[in-house]
């Protein structure tokens, strides 16, 4: 799975800032937006909560259409994914 996930290979379900494109994932800059603004967030001192509390109250979407939850936040913020490649 870290080898997908590094390579931006297809795994499922197709994770938030990214799109199928046969095999490969491709960057959605609109979703990559939310991402980059949860990890704001968190680097300028915003709990779990209070980040899906605010991409809730703004009406953010998640990738399959339901509401943020401070676990869904925890797992992007964790997920190899989308942490630059170093």
Excluded at 3 to 12: C, G, I, P
Excluded at 24 to 41: K, W
Aim: proline share 6%.
């Amino acid at each position: 799975m870290r080898h997908k996930k590094r390579n931006k290979a297809v795994y499922s379900p197709t994770p938030l800032g990214f799109t199928r494109n046969g095999n490969a994932l491709v960057s959605d800059q609109d979703e990559m937006g939310t991402i980059y603004r949860i990890q704001t967030l968190r680097t300028n001192g915003a709990t779990l909560g209070q980040i899906a509390n605010t991409l809730n109250a703004e009406r953010v979407p998640t990738k399959q259409g339901g509401s943020w939850f401070p676990s869904t936040v925890s797992y992007i913020l964790k997920n190899d994914l989308y942490k630059p490649k170093t």
